[in-house]
């Protein structure tokens, strides 16, 4: 199981579900607590600005960041759930949970886990450009985004709500 969540309730989800693995997708300056619960091994810190094209000053995802995410999901031992947090829960780290989701059931739909994730958050907003990058690093043909498209912008919200996705 994947829970989402914003920086501010991390803690809170952390101990909640007993997870022991933390992926951390924030701004590179974010100062990010780490629940004691986690050991530092089993914590992801991939930083970047949510941006949907290259800006003067910021951090746009890219395939290094997309990489990096793969490979701890795909590392993860799923014997206690996965954290996935952004500063606000609603774009950088729905996308990554849901790219995790996808790596890690790749006999699943993209548009079901797409519509799964509309489901558990009418607030998330997954980051367009680190799905397209994922998508193509999964060879899964423009169908994850497509299935993004599809489920459309979340509904406004200051910070999303803690939700989980399943991987199956």
């Not at 800006?55 to 990489?67: F, K, R, T």
């Not at 790749?106 to 489901?119: K, M």
């Not at 009418?122 to 367009?128: C, D, E, H, L, R």
């Not at 680190?130 to 994850?144: E, K, N, T, Y």
Request: hydrophobic share 50%.
């Amino acid at each position: 199981m994947i829970h989402v969540c914003p920086l501010s309730r991390l803690a809170e989800t952390v101990e909640r579900t007993g997870a022991e693995h933390v992926l951390s997708v924030i701004n590179v300056a974010t100062p990010v607590a780490l629940p004691a619960r986690v050991m530092a091994d089993n914590h992801l810190f991939v930083g970047f600005n949510d941006i949907l094209a290259p800006q003067e000053g910021l951090i746009h995802p890219s395939d290094e960041h997309v990489a990096a995410i793969l490979g701890f999901a795909r590392s993860w031992p799923r014997r206690a759930p996965l954290v996935v947090h952004c500063y606000l829960g609603v774009s950088r780290s729905t996308a990554a949970a849901y790219i995790a989701a996808c790596a890690l059931a790749p006999e699943r739909d993209e548009a079901e886990i797409a519509q799964e994730l509309r489901a558990a958050s009418p607030i998330a907003t997954p980051n367009a450009l680190l799905v397209s990058l994922a998508d193509a690093a999964l060879g899964r043909q423009g169908r994850m985004s497509a299935a993004i498209k599809a489920i459309g912008r979340g509904k406004e919200a200051m910070e999303n709500e803690p939700f989980e996705l399943r991987l199956g």
